[in-house]
């Protein structure tokens, strides 16, 4: 079992219609990802699989269509291609939840960086500059915070 599986179980994956049982598969197709190869020709393949028998099983939800367009299935070529960024959102936040909870020892905070190009959007400049305490880190407060965002975790030393 890896370590991300832990983590994985403790994201409730609300941003998606679906039954629990299809959160399960999610989650663990992003472990997997996490685990193998975190590529999108791996996690097309995934989305593939989760959708062939049930293609209708993932909606998105109102919240989640409202935080960022790149959030809607319009944006995408392809049902499977929509599902193999929510995979790599899904690795992308339990990896940076790994990496934070990892520096707690010597870190009490953490804000997240943004690539500061053309393409970052102002909701995720506006996050940057907020520092969260590790201690309430909230899963909508893990990096990344939308489909296709490059937002990472910047762990803060505790001052004396
Ligand atoms: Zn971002």
Same mark, same amino acid.
């Given at each position: 079992?890896?370590?991300?599986?832990?983590?994985? %179980?403790? =994201?409730?994956?609300?941003?998606?219609?679906?039954?629990?049982?299809?959160?399960? +598969?999610?989650?663990?197709?992003?472990?997997?990802?996490? &685990? #193998?190869?975190?590529?999108?020709?791996?996690? &097309?393949?995934?989305?593939?699989?989760?959708?062939?028998?049930?293609?209708?099983? =993932? #909606?998105?939800?109102?919240? =989640?269509?409202? %935080?960022?367009?790149?959030?809607?299935? $319009?944006? @995408?070529?392809?049902?499977?291609?929509?599902?193999? =960024?929510?995979?790599? @959102?899904?690795?992308?936040? +339990? $990896?940076?939840?790994?990496?934070? +909870?990892?520096?707690?020892? &010597?870190? &009490?905070?953490?804000? #997240?960086?943004?690539?500061?190009?053309?393409?970052?959007?102002?909701?995720?400049?506006? !996050? +940057?500059?907020?520092?969260?305490?590790?201690? %309430?880190?909230?899963?909508?407060?893990?990096?990344? @915070?939308?489909?296709?965002? $490059?937002?990472?975790?910047?762990?803060? %030393?505790? !001052?004396?």
């Amino acid at each position: 079992m890896s370590e991300y599986h832990e983590i994985l %179980q403790g =994201f409730a994956v609300e941003e998606l219609h679906t039954t629990e049982e299809h959160r399960q +598969a999610l989650r663990a197709c992003a472990e997997l990802l996490l &685990t #193998t190869s975190e590529d999108f020709a791996t996690a &097309t393949t995934l989305a593939m699989l989760l959708l062939a028998n049930q293609p209708e099983a =993932f #909606t998105p939800s109102e919240d =989640f269509l409202e %935080q960022h367009p790149d959030n809607h299935p $319009r944006e @995408y070529s392809s049902p499977a291609g929509y599902m193999a =960024f929510f995979l790599l @959102y899904l690795a992308e936040k +339990a $990896r940076s939840a790994k990496d934070i +909870a990892g520096e707690a020892a &010597t870190c &009490t905070h953490y804000s #997240t960086s943004c690539t500061g190009d053309l393409n970052l959007c102002n909701k995720c400049a506006d !996050r +940057a500059e907020i520092v969260i305490p590790i201690s %309430q880190m909230r899963y909508e407060d893990i990096p990344p @915070y939308h489909l296709g965002c $490059r937002c990472k975790p910047i762990l803060i %030393q505790a !001052r004396e």
